[in-house]
């Protein structure tokens, strides 16, 4: 009886910590994107291939969109 408590303990903590860790992963995967999709447009507009005025409409959204994806305000 003892033994089966502990199972169930067990595996109610290991899905638990799974959800979590999932949801970490996702949020710093996330996070990579947008800062790589950042550098992506800066370095459009360094090369003229975007305009000035897009490229910071571009890096503002994303920027916020960082913020949000790492659990800052809006």
Same mark, same amino acid.
């Given at each position: 009886m003892?033994?089966? $408590?502990v199972?169930? =303990?067990? &595996? *109610?903590?290991?899905t *638990?910590?799974?959800?979590?860790?999932?949801r970490v992963?996702?949020?710093?995967?996330? =996070?990579?994107?947008?800062?790589r999709?950042?550098?992506g =447009? $800066?370095a459009?507009?360094?090369?003229?291939?975007?305009?000035? &005025?897009?490229?910071? $409409?571009l890096?503002q959204?994303?920027?916020?969109?960082r913020? =949000?994806a790492?659990?800052?305000?809006v």
């Amino acid at each position: 009886m003892m033994v089966m $408590a502990v199972v169930i =303990v067990l &595996l *109610v903590v290991l899905t *638990v910590g799974g959800g979590i860790a999932r949801r970490v992963l996702r949020r710093r995967r996330w =996070v990579r994107r947008l800062e790589r999709a950042e550098k992506g =447009v $800066a370095a459009a507009v360094a090369d003229g291939r975007i305009a000035s &005025l897009t490229g910071e $409409a571009l890096l503002q959204h994303l920027e916020g969109l960082r913020r =949000v994806a790492g659990g800052g305000e809006v």
